[in-house]
């Protein structure tokens, strides 16, 4: 049934976190033994030759146990990341059906305008895997006047000027594409919609803001928000399913106690 699409596609988040440590911890070991086997083959060039010994104890046998392991963890590696990028595209497409089916509940929604939904994490096929780095902390790069425009919409949605805020929000959108404050921004284009009665375009928001980065610190709300608009709309089976994974995926939030309470309101099993 199609209107489990979304829980398939965000249980995939765990799995796949738990598989980019795995796999950051192999490419680490990887790097060890190449320099391993660099450092023997230095060795065997310099004495010129090979003298018997026990198992082990040579370079030669040193050499191969390491190529051996080196063959073993490589794999492994290229299994990882097979299936690290199969539940990364399957979870992209689950999403981008969710975002279809509320389009069509939006009568102003053009279905042909969609487009591709963006990829969770970057990856669109078995070939473009990327590599697990560590993140690094960087302060976003803003344009000139845009931080100031995202506080004016966010002003107005605090004013209670709704539409402003919407009309803001969407200018903001189409000027700087691919905003560091993208996520922040389409939580309050949906808050401002669901003020105004269009739950349908609400979720849409929220979708944008959860499928944007599953894992930034925005995500358990974006994620509760969207449970709670689907509700709105009277989609409660996703609803009941998609704020169940509030406390699935973000156990630590202060929106799992919500997503309980509208779990119970939607009389959610």
């Known amino acids: 049934m199609r209107a489990l699409a979304l829980v398939l596609a965000l249980a995939a988040g765990p799995a796949l976190a738990q598989d980019d440590a ?44 390491i190529e051996s392991e080196l063959q073993r963890l490589t794999s492994r590696t290229e299994e990882l990341e097979f299936r690290i ?15 279809f089916r509320l389009c069509e509940l939006e009568p102003s929604c053009d279905i042909a305008l969609l487009g591709d939904t963006p990829s969770l994490g970057g990856v669109d096929s078995v070939t473009n895997a990327p590599a697990p780095q560590a993140p690094v902390a960087q302060t976003p790069n803003l344009a000139l006047g845009e931080q100031q425009d ?16 919407v009309d803001r929000l969407s200018a903001f959108a189409t000027t700087y594409p691919g905003s560091p404050l993208e996520i922040q921004a389409n939580l309050l284009l949906g808050q401002a919609l669901g003020q105004l009665g269009q739950s349908a375009a ?37 609803a009941c399913v998609t704020l169940a994974e509030v406390g699935v995926r973000f156990p630590a939030s202060d929106f799992v106690s919500e997503a309980a309470n509208t779990r119970t309101s939607l009389g959610c099993s």
């Open 150 to 165: 995202f506080e004016a919409a966010q002003q107005a949605l605090a004013e209670g000027e709704y539409q402003s805020a």
């Open 202 to 238: 609400a979720a849409r928001a929220y979708l944008a803001a959860f499928s944007a980065d599953p894992a930034s610190t925005f995500a358990p709300e974006a994620l509760f928000r969207l449970g709670q608009s689907l509700g709105d709309v009277g989609q409660v089976p996703d």
């Open 22 to 65: 795995t796999l950051a911890d192999i490419r680490q070991e990887l790097t060890v033994l190449y320099g391993d086997i660099e450092n023997l083959r230095g060795e065997l060039s310099a004495t010129g030759a090979l003298s018997e010994g026990v198992a082990g104890n040579t370079p030669l046998d040193r050499l191969n146990a």
């Open 85 to 99: 990028n199969r539940i990364t595209v399957d979870g992209t497409n689950r999403v981008g059906d969710l975002e």
